[in-house]
């Protein structure tokens, strides 16, 4: 039923994450990277020269790799990024409900997969939502994850007639909550260690160095967060390291890179190292998978002496 013009407003929050498969199977996998490398903010080849690329090479060898790989994380619950977002939404929830604000519904959604944005943002216009804020869980803003949250919400907009008022955020690296959330998270780890190690690796997810070249501020974010958080922390410079990881195709992405930089460390007698990735807001198959397994076994390998995580 439509909200009278009398009537007060009625508010909602989605929260949107990347997304993930179904399930860690091969099939799952294909119908989840269709989408997200099918994507031309997250791939900026010509779709003429990707889209043969993808859907001939990629698609058919990919998905049985990364469906292994999944399997290696996946819970009784399922994938834990989505575990973890649908938590989050329920204790934002809860939150709003203690301040005073009940009746703001909040949701989340997926950019890649599901529950898609569009069928969240569906069923609230039915059910008389009329002002909506769409809050990326990007904490760094790049034209690969919070612009193509803004393109898919806008591309549910342009096929309704009656719309929501919108508001989006945009992002939020510099915001001192969320600096102080990461500083308690590294407190909280260094009181369970015994202290901190001889470095702080900040790991955060890379993209290819020619957005950053073509005005995309992704890695300007980066490295503000990474400085506030040094300094809530009482770190000098010396003290802390921030990489990029999960590099995709052979074009240059945003450097150092996470694993080499590791090994280097290793190699240069660092024997204890931290590793957080502050850019993600749920563990995932970059954080439990390509950190906690991949990126620690290289480590080690190379000769130190411990590797101590606390992802996100």
């Known amino acids: 039923m439509q909200a009278s013009s009398e009537s007060p407003a009625r508010c909602a929050v989605l929260l949107v994450n990347l997304g993930t498969p179904d399930e860690p199977t091969a099939p799952a996998l294909k119908r989840y990277l269709a989408q997200f490398l099918g994507d031309p903010r997250v ?99 790049s034209s690969t994850t919070t612009a193509s949250v803004v393109d898919d919400v806008y591309a549910w907009l342009g096929t309704q007639r009656r719309i929501p008022e919108l508001r989006f955020v945009n992002s939020y690296h510099d915001h001192p909550a969320y600096i102080k959330a990461l500083a308690k998270t590294v407190r909280e780890h260094w009181g369970q260690q015994g202290g901190p190690a001889d470095k702080l690796v900040m790991s955060f997810h890379g993209i290819p160095a020619r957005n950053v070249a073509l005005g995309d501020p992704y890695a300007d974010e980066c490295q503000t967060t990474a400085r506030l958080l040094a300094r809530e922390l009482g ?47 749920s563990d995932c198959l970059e954080t439990l998978e390509e950190i906690n397994q991949e990126a620690r076994e290289a480590f080690l390998h190379a000769g130190a002496r411990s590797f101590a995580t606390f992802l996100v």
């Open 43 to 141: 791939v900026e080849i010509p779709r003429l020269a990707w889209l043969p690329i993808l859907h001939g090479i990629i698609l058919t060898t990919r998905p049985a790799k990364s469906a292994a790989k999944y399997k290696t994380i996946w819970t009784r619950d399922g994938s834990p990024l989505a575990v973890w977002t649908a938590r989050q939404a329920v204790m934002l929830r809860g939150w709003l409900g203690e301040a005073g604000l009940r009746n703001v519904k909040v949701a989340y959604a997926m950019r890649y997969g599901q529950p898609a944005i569009a069928a969240q943002l569906q069923e609230w216009l039915k059910s008389g939502i009329d002002r909506v804020l769409v809050l990326p869980l990007y904490p760094q803003y």
């Open 235 to 281: 770190l000098a410079r010396e003290q802390y390291q921030v990489t990029f990881q999960s590099r995709f195709g052979k074009a240059k992405w945003l450097e150092p890179y996470t694993e080499p930089t590791l090994v280097a460390m290793a190699q240069k007698g660092i024997g204890r190292i931290d590793v957080m990735c502050p850019g993600f807001t």
